[in-house]
């Protein structure tokens, strides 16, 4: 065998000569890169800033974006997406109700300032909550809370309105408007594309698919969100006029007369708040500064208040959960989807596993569910009641903490629990089930695309959204979506004690508010997540010395590290603002939640839900 030895020319030695040594510096430099975000990775999780609380402190409850019960997403991409801009913030409400229990008993906590700038949106019961947390602060402490903003949208000033005192900046911007919900109905354009889209449902007021069959809302559908949309904003208008020494008429006459009265103040929002009585002192930033500082001190510069941000307070108060005498919260936040899904979606197999874990954990005495979903599959739906259930039979007590919202899906899995708490701003019921096919052999023929074959029955085919539904294939899914209501009336009836038939009046995919749910014995008690606890607590015989865990799933050790040192970044690097993009999504998000349940279905498979597609007000 002959064998050639390939020499290389004098152009390439040559060039290589003058090469070498630049792949050779990019080498070493990757390297030392590498090293230093390592090194840098590890300042972060066992260096980093130390967190110290001065005497004469103020904490500084200022949230950011959505207020939610669980981070959305995986945890590891959230501090890269804040960077990037392309994540839209959140704020726990664990972490608000703690660092406001920690700061009570903290003598080093004079004060606690609201800033509620930041807040993008939250739910009447989210805000209920943290108004029952704040009220508990001031009575255990006496300590005095001020609020300082510029623009206030209904949610933040709620929030402010939290404070024994609000101040305003005199280029501030206040507006309430009231409860209501618009949407996008899309028959017409869908007409016009050839998709045909077929609803089968069983009750008037399961409006859920209604924009993909029609081009405005239907009289039920008017009828009954309006109802619960009066009391919820009742509700509000209470809440706000008991904390302001206003009554709910004269609330109302403020918020119909806006326009009236910022005239008569000459165009200044602030000097209207003011004269109207929603806010107590209008004066610039340095001023509220100062105001603060009465109550707290001035920091070392002697410009700002002395301030400490809740979530810099949280990480003094990192408690290890070792006793035998545990309750756990597993948070069921979301749209209920099939399978594994990250947080801030319900998953029919991930929230499974986390009740499951609960039920194997000798240490674990009782579960809290805390429910705060629209529905979605009814499937999954059914596999987290089941694993309701198992913990039930094992001597678990199971308690529900509904949130926001609890309706249709958020109501299966919730129905069976020992006891089920609802806030008065939490909406729930939609009880029923729809299932939607849709087909385009009009969009086919419009492309000249035609479709034609042969087979043994007269089934065959039936799912093709090329041809035009079979009328026998109609009646074959309303009969099964007329069966699964049935089951789901059923199973409300014997786990509510109720007779089939009443719970059938109430249903038929009507949502109600938390106190007329609580009348229509469709929930136990009016109260929050903590009156839940204790509930859950008596109900497993246990002491005051319990302990509470949030049962979530749990990350790998690289998730871990990653999600640790990035979290740490974040309060070092500025975070770049939503993109135009991240916020058209935002908008577009209620529409791509819907488009994700219909897509997501196997081939042959007819979409069925207990899904209400409806949101309680984000204030």
Not at 455 to 464: C, L
Not at 538 to 563: H, I, M, N, P
Request: glycine share 8%; charged share 20%.
């Amino acid at each position: 065998m002959n064998t050639e030895t390939k020499q290389s020319s004098p152009a390439r030695t040559f060039f290589g000569f003058f090469t070498k040594p630049f792949v050779l510096v990019a080498n070493f430099t990757r390297h030392i890169i590498l090293l230093l975000i390592f090194i840098w990775i590890l300042w972060l999780i066992f260096g980093g800033r130390e967190i110290h609380v001065s005497e004469k402190t103020a904490l500084v409850l200022a949230p950011k974006g959505f207020i939610v019960d669980q981070y959305s997403g995986d945890p590891a991409m959230h501090a890269i997406q804040t960077i990037q801009g392309t994540r839209v913030p959140e704020t726990r409400m664990r972490d608000i109700m703690r660092s406001l229990e920690m700061a009570a008993e903290d003598d080093d906590i004079t004060a606690l300032v609201i800033n509620p700038d930041e807040l993008m949106g939250v739910g009447l019961a989210h805000l209920r909550e943290i108004a029952d947390a704040v009220d508990r602060f001031k009575e255990t402490s006496g300590k005095p809370v001020i609020a300082m903003a510029t623009a206030l949208s209904q949610s933040q000033y709620y929030l402010a309105s939290l404070a024994d005192e609000v101040l305003m900046d005199p280029q501030g911007f206040l507006f309430i408007q009231g409860f209501g919900g618009y949407r996008n109905y899309f028959k017409e354009g869908l007409d016009k594309l050839g998709v045909d889209v077929h609803l089968f449902r069983v009750g008037e007021y399961k409006s859920a698919a209604e924009p993909y069959v029609r081009n405005s809302m239907s009289e039920e559908a008017k009828e009954a969100n309006l109802h619960f949309m009066n009391d919820l904003w009742q509700t509000f208008l209470q809440d706000i006029g008991q904390r302001r020494n206003l009554s709910v008429a004269e609330l109302s006459d403020i918020i119909d007369d806006q326009a009236k009265r910022l005239q008569a103040q000459n165009g200044s929002v602030a000097d209207m708040a003011l004269e109207a009585g929603l806010v107590d002192r209008v004066m610039k930033r340095p001023f509220m500064h100062k105001r603060i500082a009465e109550v707290s001190s001035f920091d070392d510069e002697g410009n700002h208040f002395r301030g400490i941000n809740f979530q810099d307070y949280l990480t003094l108060d990192l408690p290890e959960v070792t006793g035998h005498k545990q309750i756990a919260v597993v948070v069921a936040e979301g749209v209920i989807m099939p399978g594994e899904q990250p947080g801030g979606t319900i998953g029919g197999d991930s929230t499974s596993a986390l009740l499951e874990k609960a039920r194997f954990n000798n240490n674990i005495k009782a579960v809290v569910l805390r429910v705060n979903s629209p529905g979605g599959g009814v499937y999954p739906s059914e596999q987290i009641r089941r694993q309701v259930e198992a913990l039930q039979v094992a001597g678990k007590p199971v308690v529900v903490s509904m949130a926001n919202v609890a309706a249709s899906g958020g109501y299966w899995i919730s129905m069976t629990a020992d006891s089920i708490w609802a806030n008065e701003g939490t909406i729930t019921g939609s009880i029923g089930i729809y299932g939607l096919l849709m087909t385009i052999p009009k969009l086919f023929d419009k492309l000249g695309i035609h479709s034609d074959g042969v087979g043994t029955t007269e089934w065959v085919g039936a799912f093709n959204p090329d041809r035009p539904l079979d009328p026998e294939f109609a009646k074959l899914i309303q009969s099964n979506i007329e069966y699964g209501y049935q089951q789901f009336i059923t199973a409300v009836a014997l786990a509510r004690g109720l007779e089939v038939s009443m719970v059938d009046q109430v249903a038929r995919g009507r949502v109600w508010t938390a106190k007329q749910a609580k009348d229509l014995g469709l929930v136990d008690q009016l109260g929050n997540l903590q009156q839940a606890v204790a509930d859950a607590a008596q109900k497993a015989g246990l002491s005051e010395d319990y302990q509470l865990v949030w049962l979530e799933k749990e990350l790998g050790f690289v998730e871990q590290l990653l999600t640790d040192s990035m979290a740490q970044a974040v309060q070092w690097l500025e975070p770049q603002p939503l993109s135009a993009q991240t916020q058209i999504q935002q908008l577009l998000a209620p529409v791509m939640a819907d488009m994700q349940l219909l897509l997501n279905r196997r081939p042959g498979e007819v979409i069925k839900m207990a899904h209400c597609l409806c949101q309680a007000p984000q204030l």
